[in-house]
Structures are given as structure tokens and as C-alpha cells.
């Protein structure tokens, strides 16, 4: 007690502050971790997105995501910290102020923007066939949910700023950031942060339904593949049953060589042929299997009658095959292969459309989730200090840490979101590996196509 007494005033309040950020040191480390990953994070995603993925709706939302973490971890994360590690001796109200409106202002765009990402997914996933959102009515969106939320954090320039903090010292009190002075025994932080509260639990309703929705519509989108599959699979088998010939008594020597011509190594024949090489209409594909089939006729009628298929491998381990049957293949049965060929081709395209479909999907998901769990403790948190006036004024040691703690699990949101790009984007994943190796990564005209 006598070192205190011989202590000045600034002095004593520095030494205060000192005791009290070793006290929040767990916090402190905490923001300063999520700071740093949010900052390398988010200025990558930025840098990706804005200049080596092409422009969609998606895209845009994610960037401004981005942004909106950017400004957080570059403002918002650093001036908490110096909370903590002054909290009685901060004393600049512009900072404080500054600090207060851009964490109200960057976790409203966000959310707001969330929701914009929510209506966008169900939009392609439940209802494909309709009309879909713009690249230029994204972009308005996000204009708009940007003026929104300045409309409704400005009220944080006159609720926050710095006051006089006790020290449980008579007589002495220090400075920090938190409810001015102004605003005590007033309502307006308590309707400003019911406003703020209600508009959590309502856009979280918003985020239920429509991915509630979404589900329904991939598990059903799924059950169908699934059975389509299963089709797929038995009309294969009863095909090649159909129309494959399993050899008989014939021997190589058997064989005319009028057929020797008319099957190459690469096959005409629609089962050999790949699925990229699809890219007539059907009508062009009927009309070339009919040409085909009248071709063969007119070869095997010439030539002596066998029952034969010879398939032989050359050096290279290419197949040569060489068939000749004792009758006609109808032309049904190349046409129906023809036709179902393409259906195949079309399901098979159709399965990785929703693929990349369903991955975009589970992205704007599990941004959501983070984004609504790591707000949870800090509402908790608030509220309690809002409704228990000063219990958090009593907390000491670990209990006091702990509330530090929870009282910014939104700085989570921020850090966490770039790493879900990385494993879920595959274009995002590949552009960033791009550019760490190749010496040409920072060339604006290499763009990445992301559907």
C-alpha cells in the first residue's frame, strides 16, 4: 500500500493496466492469433477473387465478405487489443468510437450479405429453371446491404466511446472503450442491442428455412442420380447381352477380309467411342449410325458368312478388332445405343453440374454456421452485462479471461472463412497454388473460370 501511495496518478493507473493485461493475456493472444490469419487470409481471398477467378454472383458475395473481414481484422482486431492491454489508460475517443462503428458496420454487411448468398443458392438449387440472379443485380445487393448497414450502425458514434472505468481504488479511475459516459441510465444501448439481437434471431430463421429447403432439394436431387444409376447400370448389361456375340468355332484364319476394312482401330461403333466426342445433335448421330449399319450390310453380304469376333492387341496395346457375325444387326439396336449413349453422356454431365452445384452450396453453408455460432457467446455475453448491470465487474482471474474470451468469439468469423474457401473452393485452392509457384502469379490476365 505504501508503494501505491508513492506512486503518481498516471503511474498507478499504468501499473493497474499492466496487472490487468496479464490477466487478459489469453485474450489477448487469442485476438492477436485470429488477426493475423484474418489478415493473410482475407487479403488472399480478396487479391484471388478480385483479380484471378471470373466474375459471378457467388464470387462477388464471397469478395465482399472478404472486404468486410478485412476491415475488421485491420481495424477492429488491433483497437481491441489495445483495449485489453490499456483498459485504463485508453484514451483516444476517436479510436474508440472508429472501432465501435466498424465492427457494428462489418458484421451487419455481413450478415445481410449472408442472407443475399442464402436466396442466390436456393434460387439455383430449388428453383434451376427460373429466373436467376445477376452479376449486376449482385452487385446492387451488395451496394445495398453496404448502405443498410451504415444506416443502422451509425447510432454506435454516440452510444460507444471511452468513460471512466473504476479500479476499485477510491478515488482513482482510469479511462477504457465501452458505453460512454453520455449514454448511462439511458435506454438507447439496451434498444440499440435488442434491435441489433432481433435482427440476429430473424435473419437466422431466414438462414433455417432456406437451407432447410436446399437440403430437401439435394437429398431428393441425390435419391434420383441414385436410381438413375441403378438404371444405367442394368441398361449396360442388357445391352452388351443384346448385342455382343461371344465367339464360336471360326478362327482368325476364317475371317474375310472383306470386313478388314470397315473396323479400324479406333471404332466407329457408339460403344467405343468416348463421351467427348458427343458434340453432335442426335439427328446427326441417327444419320451417321444408319450410314454405318448400311455400310456393314452391304460389306458382310459380300463376304462369306462367319461367327466370329477376334479382338488383338498390337505393340502399342491398342485393340484391333475385327468381327463378323452371321447376321445383320438390326438398325434398331444402333440407334437405340446411339440414343442411349447420349443420355449417358447427359447424365454424366448432369451429375457434375450438381456436384459443383452442391460444393458452392455447402460453402455458403458453412460460412452461415460460423458465422452464426461464433456471435452466439458474444450476444450471450452482452446481454448478461446488459440485464446483470456490472457482474462483469466482479469476474477476477480465469472467470475474468473467460469473458474476454466470449465476449469476442465473433473475431472467429473473420479469421475462419478463408481457410473453408481452401478446402471447398477447388478454384480458389488451385489459383492460390498457382500463384505460390509459378513466377508469373501476378499477371492480371490470368483468370480462372469458376462456374
Known amino acids: 500500500m505504501t508503494s501505491r501511495l508513492n506512486l503518481t496518478y498516471e503511474e498507478l493507473l499504468r501499473d493497474l493496466s499492466d496487472q490487468k493485461a496479464m490477466t487478459l493475456l489469453p485474450a489477448i493472444l487469442y485476438v492477436g492469433i485470429l488477426m493475423v490469419m484474418g489478415l493473410l487470409g482475407n487479403g488472399l481471398v480478396c487479391f484471388i477473387f478480385a483479380r484471378r477467378l471470373k466474375a459471378g454472383t457467388q464470387n462477388i458475395m464471397i469478395l465482399c465478405l472478404a472486404a468486410s473481414d478485412l476491415l475488421i481484422c485491420s481495424i477492429g482486431m488491433p483497437t481491441e487489443i489495445a483495449d485489453m492491454r490499456f483498459h485504463y489508460t485508453f484514451e483516444s475517443e476517436f479510436a474508440c468510437k472508429l472501432f465501435r462503428f466498424v465492427n457494428s458496420l462489418c458484421s451487419l454487411w455481413s450478415i445481410l450479405t449472408l442472407v443475399a448468398i442464402a436466396v442466390d443458392r436456393y434460387i439455383k438449387v430449388c428453383r434451376p429453371f427460373g429466373r436467376q440472379m445477376t452479376i449486376r443485380e449482385a452487385k446492387t445487393i451488395v451496394l445495398l446491404s ?36 453520455a449514454m448511462k441510465g439511458t435506454n438507447y444501448p439496451l434498444i440499440f442491442n435488442s434491435i441489433l439481437f432481433v435482427g440476429f434471431v430473424s435473419f437466422t430463421i431466414v438462414f433455417i428455412v432456406l437451407y432447410a429447403k436446399i437440403y430437401r432439394k439435394v437429398k431428393r436431387q441425390k435419391e434420383i442420380m441414385d436410381k438413375a444409376r441403378t438404371t444405367v447400370a442394368f441398361t449396360v448389361k ?56 448400311d455400310h456393314r450390310n452391304s460389306v458382310i453380304s459380300d463376304g462369306e458368312p462367319t461367327d466370329t469376333t477376334l479382338i488383338e492387341m498390337d505393340n502399342h496395346g491398342t485393340a484391333d478388332l475385327r468381327e463378323s457375325v452371321t447376321s445383320v444387326r438390326p438398325k434398331t439396336n444402333d ?76 473475431f472467429v468469423n473473420s479469421a475462419v472463412n478463408p481457410i473453408i474457401y481452401g478446402f471447398l473452393n477447388l478454384q480458389f485452392s488451385r489459383a492460390v497454388k498457382t500463384m505460390f509457384k509459378s513466377p508469373t502469379c501476378c499477371r492480371p490476365n490470368t483468370i480462372y473460370d469458376c462456374s
Open 238 to 293: 442388357f445391352l452388351s447381352l443384346e448385342t455382343v456375340r461371344t465367339p464360336t468355332t471360326s478362327t482368325q484364319s476364317d475371317t474375310p477380309s472383306a470386313i478388314s476394312p470397315n473396323i479400324s482401330k479406333q471404332s466407329d461403333d457408339p460403344w467405343i467411342k468416348p463421351c467427348a466426342s458427343s458434340g453432335n445433335s442426335g439427328e446427326d448421330k441417327r444419320d451417321s449410325v444408319e450410314n454405318r449399319a
Open 335 to 410: 440407334l437405340r445405343g446411339a440414343e442411349f449413349k447420349d443420355s449417358l453422356c447427359q447424365k454424366r454431365g448432369t451429375k457434375g453440374k450438381l456436384g459443383e452445384e452442391n460444393r458452392t452450396t455447402a460453402i455458403a453453408f458453412l460460412v452461415t454456421i460460423v458465422f452464426v455460432l461464433s456471435y452466439l457467446p458474444y450476444l450471450a455475453m452482452t446481454f448478461s452485462s446488459i440485464f446483470n448491470k456490472g457482474f462483469d465487474h466482479h469476474l477476477r482471474g480465469s472467470s475474468l479471461a473467460a469473458y474476454n474470451l466470449f465476449l469476442r468469439s465473433y
Open 146 to 181: 453496404l448502405s443498410i448497414a451504415i444506416l443502422v450502425s451509425w447510432p454506435t458514434i454516440f452510444i460507444y466511446g471511452t468513460r471512466f472505468a473504476d479500479t476499485k481504488i477510491e478515488g482513482l479511475f482510469g479511462k477504457d472503450c465501452s458505453t460512454s459516459d
